[in-house]
Structures are given as structure tokens and as C-alpha cells.
């Protein structure tokens, strides 16, 4: 297997903005990401793990 369920979420994170690149909206050099609670996690393991997010704004605790 080894997969984990936080890795399935940045991996599906990550190809969602493999989307959002692709966009003519979207300016793929000044993405930034939020979250709350798992969102948070979510932020900081996908901001770690990907080069394309510029800016990002976790909110979850520590604890």
C-alpha cells in the first residue's frame, strides 16, 4: 500500500493546482493557500511540499 490519508489530500491538493495553472484566470506565480483546523495541516504540509504556493495562512493549533 503506502499510501497515508494525508498524502492521498496534498497529492489530490496538488493536482488540483495542476488545474488551476492551467486557468486564464488564475496567475500560477502568486497562489496562495488558507485553512482552518485540518485545513491548517493541510496548508502547511502543501506549502512544504509544493514550490508554487507563494503565500499561505494556516489556523490550527499546535497541541
Known amino acids: 500500500m503506502g499510501y497515508t490519508p494525508a ?8 493536482r488540483a493546482l495542476d ?11 502568486r497562489i496562495g493557500v488558507t485553512g482552518i483546523s485540518g485545513g491548517g495541516v493541510m496548508t ?11 503565500a499561505a495562512a494556516p489556523s490550527c ?3
Open 44 to 54: 502547511w504540509l502543501l506549502t512544504a511540499l509544493d514550490g508554487r504556493i507563494k
Open 7 to 14: 498524502g492521498l489530500e496534498v497529492w489530490s491538493a496538488m
Open 61 to 63: 493549533s499546535t497541541y
Open 19 to 29: 488545474y488551476l495553472a492551467t486557468r486564464p484566470e488564475v496567475d500560477s506565480e
